[in-house]
């Protein structure tokens, strides 16, 4: 077909991590390759994200760990995931190939100067009671990154939470450093480099803008043609092959031609309150803590060119709490931690506990969406005492001193009552319920066995809890007055519904063959692993190793 404005070999729609892995492979096979992104930032949600990447089997855990395994991987995946008509996202052959291809994705960046490195020893899968699950850790990340070697992109790449040199896990460890003399000096050592940087000139960054940053700094010394505020309108066909695609760059509309094919990794629509109300009701726009730009575009253009849509009820839940300044919030109040740590319960508005409050985000989102279906529990109340409140912060603020935050109290989002019961008359509950629920959990905690939901029982909901906390860091009782409650919502970071893909990525129409030259990873598509999040960066892991895999199919590599 003739007329195209520019021809490129690879054309990349939106700027996440597996787009940029994606033009990295085409670069080093001497290909051309374009990244068009929709907005003036490049890095998508993964830029936004805590960046870290699920990759069993990778050269770090098995360097420390030898009994780390691809069987095991998959023993793990097959137990959690399982395959069901529910869920065609995921079945055998892409798990398989997200095992196989995810380490060498992971040992193709390290080679092009993407600093990587194993988040922490000890991360363990969300779900490590099954069957090949990890107690210690299958996650990796980037190295905290100097953003003034970006020159002038620096302004250009999507903003990060954490802009400090350090390690995730550090960052997260250091909430505890008031109990631990050690954690006191690893915050001192975060405080000297973030010193040391202003004074030398240096801009850090960690988690997903870090790894961001290593990857633009790379797709560019490479060669790769990124552009910003370059939204793409329809994808091109000639007869049954996609060929091209027509966006706006610089003011103007362009066709671009695709020698080898197109990636569509443009996010989801965790923005879109129309798309949301059709598949994922109950659910808010404005909790999410996607970039603004993720609004289903490409979903809706892909079905239009034949592709398949699965899985749009899900989403990768990150529950939260709003807070007065909630609105202005960079990233949403996390409430993971806020029920995770030892003494807090969540209740639904009748009362009752409803879920295990620790595991994995996504679980416990979804399991909050289907209890609202029955019992209202949007929002739900997170109930914690004076101990709990002078030990841990709520939303990033101390609660437990005689001074509140500025706007807790005064809005009515921070409830204190000096009784169980005059607490539960604050968020409308049944003093009577709410009392026995307060008494079950404290009978539960002196057991040492939680009987209703097995919180403590998972490696992981002890990592969320407090490692200092003895005898098991899930666990603690609710009795020291006065009591406090906060509202707990199904926030997210992001969706995790889209097209269905194959193997190799490539974007499959409703008989199951490949549309040529249509090739999908990320949140764009129906997730590999169904409805469930296996362990931390089970989002961004398959969008750069579904990027990896496209683009060496594309290249015949």
Request: aromatic fraction near 10%; include cysteine; hydrophobic fraction near 40%.
């Amino acid at each position: 077909m003739q007329g195209f404005d520019e021809t490129f070999d690879w054309v990349v729609i939106g700027s996440g991590s597996g787009s940029m892995c994606s033009a990295l492979v085409m670069r080093r096979a001497g290909k051309s390759a374009v990244i068009l992104e929709k907005t003036g930032l490049v890095g998508g949600t993964t830029a936004k994200s805590g960046g870290m990447m699920w990759i069993p089997n990778n050269r770090f855990i098995r360097a420390a760990e030898p009994a780390e395994s691809a069987e095991k991987a998959m023993q793990y995946l097959d137990a959690v995931c399982g395959d069901s008509p529910d869920t065609p996202g995921t079945n055998r052959e892409n798990r398989q190939a997200y095992v196989d291809e995810a380490p060498r994705m992971l040992d193709f960046i390290i080679e092009q100067g993407v600093e990587m490195e194993r988040a922490t020893t000890y991360w363990p899968d969300y779900y490590d009671e099954l069957p090949g699950g990890c107690k210690t850790s299958r996650v990796v990340g980037a190295r905290y990154f100097n953003l003034k070697e970006l020159g002038a992109w620096e302004k250009r790449l999507q903003p990060g939470f954490l802009p400090f040199p350090s390690k995730l896990d550090d960052g997260m460890r250091v909430a505890f450093r008031n109990k631990s003399w050690r954690l006191r000096l690893l915050f001192a050592k975060i405080a000297f480099r973030v010193v040391l940087a202003r004074v030398t000139g240096k801009s850090y960054t960690t988690a997903g803008a870090a790894l961001q940053g290593r990857m633009l700094k790379a797709a560019l010394a490479a060669g790769v043609d990124i552009r910003t505020d370059s939204p793409v309108r329809e994808l091109i066909l000639d007869a049954d092959r996609v060929v091209g695609v027509v966006a706006e760059c610089g003011g103007r509309r362009v066709r671009i031609g695709a020698n080898l094919g197109v990636l569509v990794n443009a996010g989801g629509f965790a923005r879109n309150q129309q798309m949301r109300d059709k598949f994922m009701p109950g659910t808010r726009a404005d909790w999410s803590n996607v970039p603004e730009g993720d609004t289903g575009d490409m979903h809706i253009e892909l079905e239009r060119r034949g592709a398949v849509l699965a899985q749009m009820d899900q989403m990768v839940g990150f529950q939260t709490t709003i807070t007065p300044n909630f609105a202005k919030e960079f990233v949403k109040p996390p409430g993971q931690s806020l029920t995770g740590r030892p003494g807090a319960i969540l209740v639904d508005q009748s009362g009752v506990r409803y879920l295990n409050e620790g595991g994995s985000y996504e679980l416990y989102c979804e399991t909050m969406l289907k209890r609202n279906r029955t019992v209202p529990a949007i929002p739900s109340w997170a109930i914690f005492d004076q101990r709990y409140a002078e030990d841990y912060q709520v939303a990033g603020q101390w609660v437990g001193k005689a001074r509140k935050p500025e706007g807790f109290l005064e809005s009515g989002y921070l409830k204190i009552a000096q009784s169980i019961e005059e607490l539960a008359r604050l968020v409308g509950v049944d003093p009577a319920t709410l009392a026995a629920t307060v008494k079950r959990w404290n009978g539960f905690v002196e057991k040492g066995v939680d009987e209703d939901f097995g919180r403590g029982v998972r490696e992981y909901d002890k990592w969320l809890g407090d490692p200092f906390w003895a005898p098991n860091p899930a666990l603690g009782k609710i009795e020291k007055a006065p009591f406090y409650a906060v509202n707990i919502v199904p926030s997210d970071v992001g969706t995790y519904g889209g097209v269905l893909i194959d193997s190799k990525a490539r974007v499959k129409k409703a008989n199951g063959e490949p549309i040529k030259g249509l090739y999908a990873c990320g949140v764009t598509t129906a997730s590999i692993f169904g409805g469930v999040y296996p362990g931390a960066g089970a989002s961004v892991g398959p969008s750069m190793t579904f990027g990896y895999i496209a683009a060496k199919h594309a290249a015949a590599l």
